[in-house]
C-alpha cells in the first residue's frame, strides 16, 4: 500500500518549534522526501532521508524510522514566512532507475504571531 | 535562472476541448515527471520519462491524456476532450540520475474547464 499520512492542518507560534509527522505503510521504500509549498507556487525541496536518524539543515530537521514507518519534519525559530504546506513524500524506483514520489495530502501550517 | 519552465501558467477551457500544455525542464536533467495536483492534496503522479522514452503511466492517465517528449529535452501534456474533473494543476518536475533523485518541480499550468 501507498497510504501516507500527516496531519491535515497546525498553527505554531513565530520563534517556537513545531514537528510535522508522517507515517507511511508501503512496501519498496526507497527513500522519504519533504518539501515544502507556498500557495500557487511550485513545490521546493527541504530534506531526504534514506536511513534512519536525523538529518539537520539549518532551521529544518527531518527523522526517519523505517521500521516503524514513520518520519518527522522539525522547524526550529520559526517565522512568518514558514505558513506553507508541507509535504511528505515515499520515494519508489521506477523502471529505468527514475524516481516515482507518492505524497500525502500536505500539513498546513500556519505561523501566528 | 534556468528552473523547469511550464506554459501556459493559466488555462481556462469549455468542457470538450482540447489543451495541451509544454514544459521545458532543467537543461541537463534527463528525467522529466509530470503530476496533477487538487486543491488541498498532494500531487498524484501521471507519467514519467527517460529522456525520450516513456517509461511509466499512471492508471490516473486515461486514454483522453497524452504525454511526448520527443528529442528528450522539453515535453507536453495534451487533454482531449476536456472534462470538469480534470481542473486541476499540472505540474512538470525534472531531476538528474543521482543518489537522491530529488525532483525540480515547475509552476504549475492551472487547468479550468467550465
Known amino acids: 500500500g501507498q497510504n501516507i499520512d500527516q496531519p491535515t492542518e497546525m498553527t505554531a507560534t513565530e520563534g517556537a518549534i513545531v514537528q510535522i509527522n508522517c507515517t507511511y505503510q508501503?512496501?519498496?521504500?526507497?527513500?522519504l522526501f519533504w518539501y515544502q509549498q507556498h500557495a500557487g507556487e511550485a513545490p521546493t525541496f527541504l530534506s531526504y532521508?534514506?536511513?534512519?536518524g536525523l538529518e539537520e539543515k539549518g532551521r529544518f530537521s527531518s527523522f526517519l524510522s523505517r521500521s516503524k514507518g514513520y518520519s518527522y519534519l522539525l522547524l526550529k525559530e520559526l517565522q512568518m514566512k514558514d505558513s506553507a504546506s508541507y509535504l511528505c513524500?515515499?520515494?519508489?524506483?521506477?523502471?529505468?532507475?527514475?524516481?516515482?514520489?507518492?505524497f500525502g495530502t500536505g500539513t498546513q501550517l500556519k505561523v501566528e504571531l | 535562472d534556468t528552473g523547469v519552465s511550464q506554459n501556459p501558467r493559466h488555462k481556462i477551457t469549455k468542457r470538450g476541448q482540447n489543451v495541451t500544455f509544454r514544459c521545458d525542464p532543467i537543461?541537463?536533467?534527463?528525467?522529466l515527471y509530470w503530476y496533477r495536483q487538487t486543491l488541498g492534496q498532494g500531487p498524484e503522479f501521471l507519467t514519467y520519462?527517460?529522456?525520450?522514452?516513456?517509461?511509466?503511466k499512471s492508471r490516473l492517465l486515461s486514454d483522453r491524456f497524452s504525454a511526448e517528449r520527443p528529442k528528450g529535452s522539453f515535453s507536453t501534456l495534451e487533454i482531449q476532450r476536456t472534462e470538469q474533473g480534470d481542473s486541476a494543476m499540472y505540474l512538470c518536475?525534472?531531476?538528474?540520475?543521482?543518489?537522491?533523485?530529488?525532483?525540480?518541480f515547475g509552476e504549475g499550468s492551472r487547468l479550468t474547464v467550465l
Open positions: 537543461s541537463e536533467h534527463n528525467r
Open positions: 513524500a515515499v520515494k519508489w524506483v521506477l523502471t529505468g532507475g527514475g524516481n516515482k514520489l507518492t
Open positions: 508501503t512496501s519498496g521504500f526507497n527513500g
Open positions: 518536475a525534472s531531476s538528474l540520475r543521482t543518489v537522491t533523485g530529488e525532483l525540480f
Open positions: 520519462f527517460q529522456n525520450e522514452a516513456q517509461l511509466e
Open positions: 532521508n534514506v536511513l534512519d
